[in-house]
């Protein structure tokens, strides 16, 4: 097998087995990759793990397909406030599962080791708080909180447990973010100057209409639970299925998707996060009884770190993207350009040229016949290694993932290979922290419309 090269890092098979070997066959070629990789022999009875699903919605039902991928891997049972939800995981994962409305059901049963939370985000920070002290491993969807300054309950309860705890934004297990956080490493595109990125959609079901049961109601879905510590009100279809509407429940464009770019260049660049923030935006399109805004854009401000300058970052989301939707973080330096794109990277390692040129977009045009020949003959003599204009560097690099590479499934592996080896994981409670800390405070800003200061260290809001 082809090792790691500018054209492809690997090329492989899919999922289960084939999958396993793939990623053994990546590390053994690039050993830096930092992939958490335990013996792939199917494991002994005694070291399968069994894992209960809270929240069996659209991410629900994906991380217990990525989950049971994994070898040793059990699903015991599953939690959710739909009743629907409970019947179609049965028809799916086996009639075994047990099932109920109530999570703590679940943290109470010993014979359960880990937990997948993927309910609404109101709730995120309370299940895993709950399942850290009932002595669960927890692999909990972001953002883990709902507001930035519920931080300091869930990494107590992180630290007293002893117990894993693991984000659910799989971009920071990519091959590909590795190999971006290699290149920027060893200086490919200098010094660090900016970074712009957008996560847009351009469809009903990327701008969260999703589909709602004919059979919702007060008898099938569990609205009281539901509420939880949100305001209360009478039963409401949408605002359960389609939660991410409405501030009360979800955390809007930018705790949708803002955390997955943090999350993927924090780790690139081993930064702790921004100290400043603005944001602005509106809702222009989607006028159907939402709360948050379907267009947001935000400045943050990054303080110098060991790891890297003072830069800035441009970051939006825009749901009413006529022109198709799209994603892309962009690392810009002053020698070149690393374009992040799904599990492609494109390097364009081209640094500026310090000395003055001539010719196409210059002043030498301007010049008198005999003065651009005088100066001509000059900047050869003082520059003898310099053609005049243009860039210098190789051009573009393309690195791309193997395909039918699954970021998300790897996410799940390394989970559960931490917590066979009880290991670290890279994406804990802290630096899933602090990639929802700043995307929550675009919301802030946006609402209160001011500038808002962010102790990055402490992980709180100044």
């Known amino acids: 097998m082809a090792s790691l090269s500018r054209r492809k890092f690997v090329r492989t098979l899919t999922s289960g087995a084939a999958a396993a070997l793939a990623l053994h066959q990546v590390h053994a070629a690039h050993p830096s990759a930092e992939l958490l990789l335990p013996d792939w022999q199917t494991p002994a009875a005694n070291d399968r793990i069994r894992i209960a699903a809270i929240g069996a919605g659209i991410m629900g039902f994906n991380n217990m397909r990525s989950s049971l991928q994994v070898p040793g891997v059990e699903l015991a049972a599953v939690c959710d406030l739909y009743e629907g939800h409970l019947t179609r995981a049965k028809e799916v994962f086996g009639s075994h599962l047990i099932t109920t409305r109530d999570y703590r059901e679940l943290l109470s049963r010993t014979d359960i080791d880990a937990v997948l939370v993927s309910t609404s985000d109101h709730w995120h920070d309370r299940i895993a708080i709950d399942a850290l002290m009932a002595g669960k491993h927890v692999y909990c969807e972001k953002p883990l909180v709902n507001d930035p300054q519920k931080g300091q309950a869930l990494l107590d309860a992180e630290k007293k447990s ?10 920071v297990s990519s091959i590909a973010t590795d190999k971006a956080r290699e290149l920027y490493a060893a200086g490919a595109i200098g010094q660090l100057v900016m970074i712009e990125t957008f996560n847009d959609r351009d469809s009903a079901g990327g701008a969260w209409q999703y589909s709602i049961p004919t059979d919702a109601s ?6 009281d639970r539901f509420l939880g510590s949100a305001p209360k ?3 409401d279809k949408t605002r359960f299925f389609r939660w991410r509407n409405y501030k009360d429940y979800g955390t809007g464009a930018a705790g949708d998707l803002f955390v997955h770019l943090f999350s993927r260049f924090h780790r690139v660049t081993d930064s702790l996060g921004p100290e400043r923030a603005y944001a602005t935006g509106g809702l222009h399109f989607w006028k159907d009884g939402r709360d948050v805004p379907d267009v947001i854009m935000a400045l943050y401000d990054y303080p110098e770190a060991p ?18 939707g799209g994603y892309l973080v962009k690392l810009v330096g002053t020698e070149g350009m690393m374009l992040l794109e799904g599990d492609t990277i494109r390097l364009s ?11 196409g977009w210059d002043s030498f045009d301007t010049f008198s016949l005999a003065e651009q020949q005088a100066f001509e003959a000059w ?10 204009s243009g860039m210098k560097g190789p051009g573009e690099q393309v690195f791309s993932a193997p395909e039918g590479y699954s970021d998300h ?25 602090r990639a929802a800390g700043p995307a929550l405070l675009a919301n802030m800003s946006y609402f209160e419309k001011k500038v808002i200061r962010w102790d990055p260290k402490a992980i709180r809001v100044i």
Not at 162 to 171: P, R
Not at 218 to 223: A, F, G, K, L, R
Not at 311 to 321: C, D, E, L, S
């Open 218 to 223: 007060p008898q099938t879905v569990d609205w």
């Open 349 to 359: 390692n081209n640094g500026l040229f310090t000395t003055p040129t001539y010719g």
């Open 162 to 171: 002893g117990k894993i705890l693991q984000t659910g934004s799989q971009v």
């Open 233 to 235: 009100m009478p039963f």
């Open 379 to 388: 900047y050869k003599k003082t520059y003898p290694n310099i053609a005049g």
């Open 409 to 433: 499934y790897h996410h799940h592996f390394n989970f559960y290979a931490a917590i066979r080896a009880n290991t670290r994981v890279v994406e804990d409670t802290a630096f899933g922290l």
């Open 307 to 324: 790891t890297h300058p003072a830069f800035h970052v441009q970051m939006r989301v825009n749901f009413v993207a006529g022109g198709g």
